[in-house]
């Protein structure tokens, strides 16, 4: 059974300093701590949080503002290291945490696949033989030599979309990414996703929208104040979590 | 047309600074130029290969927060495209010797030797410093204090005969002078490197990267809170 596990979180705890707490630089440090104002004020964004995904799985995160969804998100991208726990993900991630990510706004959106792919850790010959259904999807055909800080806020999205749902990564991970774009584009990116469910991807999909995570996930992880407050079946804690707010 | 813009700044830098030295200071140096020139090229390259890669992780802060990138690449980038402009200033010394006819020797094929140290010692000092910067922001105008510093502790401009002797072991003690003396002999004094500065460089070397590399990875998971 181990095994079948393709991401497991164990007792994952993470902590961050409060801003107004942070020393970052060396004259703040020596006249703070000869004052002796060094003060550990920390925040916990989640405690102790564990659970399980099986391969083909698609988990919804859902809580409010604040519960520690993108943080146990990156987390699992490998962004952020825990502060206590362990996470394992056996398998390649393709992270959808902020559309654009990664984006150099002074290159050309043909130029800017090629980088993206380059850090998702793809050869320029596997970019090339994706490089086609990229434009497609994206629809920015006309665009494609034009700098993509001349593009607007939805193209950003599509063509970062198109990028990083190519091919079948074993683990997608999605950050209230498809609450941009029109709704026609949002079908589109659901239909896809939905593809790439059936292949076998594993999905990691956060959002606001109960009904999205409903839609697409068949588990969920209940996130409040960073504590687990439910794990199980989609369709359950939808149920509870409306009825809650 | 690119590369001849790469070696036209160093080319013109010298051309100032020769003019300059040669008649402010009289010093009894053959080739000044080219003494010039070639302390300028190690000494440039340092600094800009550290002060570039010292800024490397906090420039790359947005990327870092989103996606997952293997953190020393960016130190990395920096000083290689710093080892590009490297060569290129090593291509506008080759030009200024022949101009000058200076006679090249056989031990100039021993170059990559200094140049493989500079290389890896700025790479070391650099990783350390971007490791330490993004915790420490003002450090970055504290090292460039430091750098002048240690330019004038570097025989750049000036020969190490002008220096008294207590001057000179000060001067004597600081890496690149090792570095720089080791390729100012293959360069132009038909001189192969001893085997004490080789080794010495190769030891500094070696300290400058272990440290350099455990500050970086004992940091850098917390980089990203603290960018």
């Known amino acids: 059974m181990e095994n079948m596990d393709i991401i497991s979180v164990d007792h994952v705890s993470m902590r961050f300093r409060l801003a107004s707490e942070k020393v970052d630089s060396l004259k703040e440090y020596f006249i703070k701590t000869l004052k002796s104002q060094i003060s550990t004020n920390e925040f916990w964004a989640l405690k102790d949080v564990s659970f399980q995904i099986q391969k083909g799985d698609a988990l919804g995160l859902i809580g409010l ?27 390649e991630v393709a992270p959808l945490i902020e559309l654009g990510a990664g984006f150099d ?31 497609e999807f994206s629809e920015l055909k006309d665009f494609i030599d034009v700098p993509v800080k001349n593009f607007s806020s939805g193209m950003i999205a599509r063509l970062a979309f198109a990028i990083a749902t190519i091919g079948t990564p074993d683990i997608l991970i ?14 589109k990116c659901h239909k896809r996703i939905g593809e790439m469910l059936e292949r076998g991807t594993t999905l990691l999909f956060v959002s606001h929208s109960i009904e999205q995570v409903e839609g697409l996930c068949n588990k969920a992880v209940w996130l409040e104040h960073g504590n687990v407050k439910m794990f199980g079946e989609c369709k359950e804690i939808a149920e509870i979590y409306r009825t809650a707010y | 047309m690119g590369v001849f813009w790469t070696i036209l700044n160093p080319l013109f830098m010298m051309v100032v600074l020769s003019v300059v030295f040669s008649n402010l200071f009289k010093f009894d140096i053959e080739y000044f130029p080219v003494y010039l020139l070639s302390g300028q090229l190690i000494f440039n390259f340092y600094n800009e290969a550290t002060t570039s890669a010292m ?26 495209s710093s080892s590009i402009n490297l060569l290129a200033s090593f291509t506008a010394l080759i030009f200024v010797m022949l101009a000058m006819r200076v006679e090249l020797h056989y031990t100039v094929l021993l170059v990559p030797i ?53 001057l000179e072991k000060i001067v004597l003690l600081n890496p690149i002078t090792n570095i720089l003396i080791m390729f100012r002999d293959v360069m132009m004094n038909n001189a192969v490197p001893s085997i004490t500065s080789v080794l010495l460089a190769a030891a500094e070397v070696l300290l400058v990267m272990a440290a350099g590399l455990y500050v970086f990875y004992k940091r850098q998971d917390t980089f990203i809170l603290d960018i």
């Open chain 2, 55 to 80: 800024g490397a992780i906090i420039d790359n802060g947005p990327l870092i927060k989103k996606i997952y990138v293997p953190k020393y690449v960016f130190v990395l980038s920096r000083v290689f």
């Open chain 1, 174 to 187: 999605c950050d209230e990414v498809l609450s941009v774009g029109d709704f026609r584009f949002q079908e």
């Open chain 1, 105 to 135: 706004y002074d290159l050309t959106a043909s130029e800017n696949i090629f980088l993206n792919g380059a850090l998702m850790g793809r050869s320029h010959e596997e970019m090339e033989s994706h490089y086609e259904g990229i434009v």
């Open chain 1, 65 to 91: 503002n604040g519960s520690g969804k993108s943080t146990m998100l990156k987390i699992i991208a490998g962004v952020l290291k825990p502060t206590k726990g362990s996470v394992a993900v056996r398998g």
């Open chain 2, 114 to 166: 200094p140049l493989f140290f500079i290389v890896f010692f700025s790479l070391g000092v650099g990783i350390l410093l971007a490791a330490v910067t993004v915790k420490f922001r003002d450090i970055m105008h504290l090292y460039s204090v430091f750098v002048t510093a240690l330019m004038y502790l570097t025989p750049v401009i000036y020969p190490m005969s002008i220096l008294p002797e207590w």
